[in-house]
Each structure stands twice: as structure tokens, then as C-alpha cells.
């Protein structure tokens, strides 16, 4: 954790154990959030939703859990790291695809 740059928030997932949410250098541990980037809402959650909150308003939901699995839907991206090459995505970078 302490070689990772950045302020580092963790969205629990299903395979989480207590450790890792023990885990010293957690600004957040949530099930669920909703944040306001680059003037977009981010809808947040280890699993991916059919529909979320503001989903017609332009919302964009951002999920693990699925490994890459699930065939895309509008404003929804995959962003678990073994679906990524395991390397961090920017937001910019998944609008633009």
C-alpha cells in the first residue's frame, strides 16, 4: 500500500478478507459510493448493476466482480484490475474508448 501513490479508497468486494479492509492506508472502506469527477457522476460498486442511480442523467457506473466477463454496457466499464492489465485506468481514458 505504501508504494502506491495517491489517496487510496477501498469499494469492498466479495473475495475482501477482514485483512484487507484492516489494512492501514485506507482513506475510506464503503460497499458503495457515488462521486463527482471531472464534473461526471461515478456511480462505485465491486458489483456491476443493470441500472444505478442517475443512470439517465449520464451517470457512469465503474465495477469489478466480473473479470472482464460482461458484455459492455453504456456507461459502464469493468475497472477491476485483472480486466485492465492489471494497471490502474484513468476516467478519460475509458470515455474515450
Known amino acids: 500500500m505504501a508504494r502506491l ?3 487510496k479508497h477501498l469499494i469492498r468486494g ?3 478478507p477482514d485483512a484487507t479492509l484492516a489494512a ?3 482513506a475510506s472502506v464503503a460497499d458503495y459510493a ?3 469527477e471531472d464534473n461526471r457522476t461515478l456511480v462505485l460498486c465491486h458489483y456491476p448493476f443493470r441500472s444505478w442511480n442517475g443512470q439517465s442523467r ?3 457506473n465503474l465495477h469489478g466482480h466480473s473479470h472482464g466477463r460482461l458484455k459492455p454496457m453504456t456507461r459502464q466499464f469493468d ?3 485483472d480486466a485492465r492489465d492489471f494497471a490502474p485506468v484513468t476516467l478519460a481514458t475509458l ?3
Open 5 to 7: 501513490h495517491g489517496t
Open 14 to 16: 466479495n473475495n475482501d
Open 24 to 26: 492501514a492506508g485506507w
Open 34 to 36: 457515488e462521486i463527482e
Open 58 to 60: 449520464g451517470a457512469i
Open 79 to 81: 475497472v477491476g484490475v
Open 95 to 97: 470515455l474515450a474508448h
